[in-house]
């Protein structure tokens, strides 16, 4: 498996601005994703992060309000722009280290809090 | 959309007791995960399935790949207090693209004293 860790844990926002969460692998991996968990409900894809090239989003998500980076195999940010109330969540990394196996690890998570 | 159909929606057991979940769909899937989410947490992953029929194991957790590819289920035997929290299962049909997951909606077991 992989470790994986996500920055902030937790922040509360205010309406209007934006707020980037980081994660970072301890290992090279080939694919990591973005997953949003609303409150009380099951994950949603935001997106996968692609290394090297623009992130391919899910019905739903535009890259206007959830852009993403990812500028190698260990690390990727999600920026949830213009936030409002709606966006408070839990935003989800997670990781296929892509060694044969098809097993999926995520993070533990960044809560936020949009006022 | 969420294809898969996970049930029940939460479980109030007693410790010691035996738990069984299952996750159904309509379409065929070939790969199939069952996680663990505590609160606070994020998701970690307890059993993966790759092939029809096969079953699983992890400790006090069995987890079997149904043989029509369109179903698993997850069995958590003398459950306790540490069994609490929300069960996710995930599967990969053969027509998602690479890494992505379908989940569940989730089971909710409460293991009481």
């Known amino acids: 498996s992989a470790v994986i860790s996500q920055k902030p844990s937790r922040d509360i926002c205010q309406r209007g601005t934006s707020l980037t969460i980081q994660c970072q692998v301890d290992s090279q991996v080939t694919m990591m994703f973005w997953y949003r968990q609303q409150p009380g409900q099951s994950l949603t894809l935001i997106a996968t992060a692609n290394q090297g090239s623009e992130a391919t989003y899910e019905s739903g998500f535009v890259i206007d309000k959830f852009p993403i980076s990812r500028p190698n195999l260990t690390f990727s940010t999600l920026t949830v722009s213009n936030m409002s109330p709606e966006d408070s969540s839990i935003y989800l990394c997670?990781?296929?280290?892509?060694?044969?196996?098809?097993?999926?690890?995520f993070g533990p998570g960044t809560r936020l809090t949009v006022l | 959309g969420q294809q898969l159909n996970q049930s029940p929606q939460s479980m109030f057991i007693q410790e010691g007791e035996d738990v069984s979940m299952n996750c159904t769909s309509s379409s065929i899937f070939n790969t199939w995960l069952w996680y663990k989410q505590d609160p606070g947490e994020g998701p970690v992953l307890l059993i993966a399935?790759?092939?029809?029929?096969e079953l699983t194991s992890n400790g006090r957790l069995t987890a079997q790949f149904g043989i029509t590819r369109k179903d698993s289920f997850l069995n958590i035997s003398a459950s306790i207090p540490s069994d609490v929290g929300i069960y996710f299962c995930?599967?990969?049909?053969?027509?998602?693209?690479?890494?992505?997951?379908?989940f569940g909606a989730g089971t909710q077991v409460v293991v009481t004293p």
């Open positions: 399935l790759y092939k029809a029929g």
């Open positions: 995930a599967g990969r049909t053969t027509t998602d693209s690479w890494g992505k997951l379908q």
């Open positions: 997670s990781v296929e280290p892509g060694q044969g196996a098809n097993e999926q690890f």
